[in-house]
């Protein structure tokens, strides 16, 4: 399942639990300029909700297994493991689950056009294709065969 986090100021946090990976991916924005940092830890699957607090400065993110609670620290643009879970006082922020975005129709100008589920495009009478299929949803590489994304479930087209 897939979080996200609205910390103020233009940041946001966006959280996905992909097999056994964490991906914790930061995004700032302001007039004209967005940035966006991702990183991944090998956590295992997740056995809650993840927690989100503001410490001082930095933002904790809490993120709940079979095996232990994996805690990340953010500073700015930084994301770091922890191994002190005791910080003085912390201010949790609402989570909430991320929403599937729907997957991006087929892009056509003149006689050219694009699709990304596939891979392809064409112009004219000449045609350029990835030869792999994608998924729409999460970008991640599908048997050509399947009917459902296997990292992110999204019904392929």
């Known amino acids: 399942m897939a979080f996200q986090c609205d910390l103020g100021n233009g940041q946001s946090i966006y959280l996905h639990n992909q097999g056994d990976k964490t991906v914790i991916t930061l995004c700032s924005s302001n007039q004209g300029q967005q940035q966006r940092s991702s990183s991944s830890f090998i956590t295992g699957g997740w056995q809650g909700t993840p927690q989100i607090d503001r410490v001082n400065d930095a933002i904790r993110v809490k993120i709940p297994t079979a095996t232990q609670e994996y805690v990340f620290s953010i500073v700015h643009n930084s994301i770091t493991s922890l191994t002190d879970n005791e910080p003085a006082q912390p201010e949790t922020i609402p ?63």
């Open 95 to 157: 989570l909430s689950p991320l929403q599937n975005m729907p997957p991006m129709p087929p892009m056509k100008m003149g006689d050219m056009s694009m699709n990304l589920g596939s891979m392809t495009m064409t112009m004219g009478n000449m045609s350029m294709s990835m030869g792999e299929k994608y998924c729409s949803q999460c970008g991640a590489k599908v048997n050509t065969n399947a009917k459902f994304c296997s990292e992110c479930g999204h019904k392929l087209g």
